[in-house]
């Protein structure tokens, strides 16, 4: 069983930082890509970030500039680091995971961890 746990989120002042993890229980290397999605109250869930197996990373154009994905294969955790925070970044954020089993695709989602900023 593949388990994601996201973690970091918390309640912080616009112009504030937060790092959110997310521990992903099996090696990074077994995933073709990993990133970031959040979901605001009322809205659909979107993609922040993106960060593929061997390729260059992807941001929302909403984040770009701000936010920063990265991961640490030692520790098997994807992390992003979130500057500059406005409130519209306000949302619960997912980290997920893509697989390539055999000939097979396979996505994982952690529960989520919530991001509050305030005015």
């Known amino acids: 069983q593949v388990h994601l746990v996201e973690s970091g989120g918390g309640l912080v002042q616009a112009g504030g930082s937060l790092r959110l993890s997310c521990v992903i229980s099996?090696?990074?290397?077994?995933?073709?890509?990993m990133g970031w999605y959040r979901q605001a109250p009322g809205k659909q869930r979107e993609l922040v970030a993106l960060?593929?197996?061997?390729?260059?990373?992807n941001y929302a154009d909403s984040v770009k500039g701000r936010f920063t994905i990265s991961v640490d294969n030692a520790k098997s955790t994807l992390s992003l680091q979130m500057n500059s925070l406005k409130p519209e970044d306000t949302g619960v954020y997912y980290c997920?995971?893509?697989?390539?089993?055999?000939?097979?695709?396979?996505?994982?989602w952690g529960k989520g961890t919530q991001v509050t900023v305030s005015s």
């Open positions: 997920h995971a893509d697989q390539l089993v055999l000939s097979e695709r396979h996505d994982y």
């Open positions: 099996i090696s990074i290397s077994s995933f073709n890509t």
């Open positions: 960060i593929p197996s061997g390729g260059r990373t």
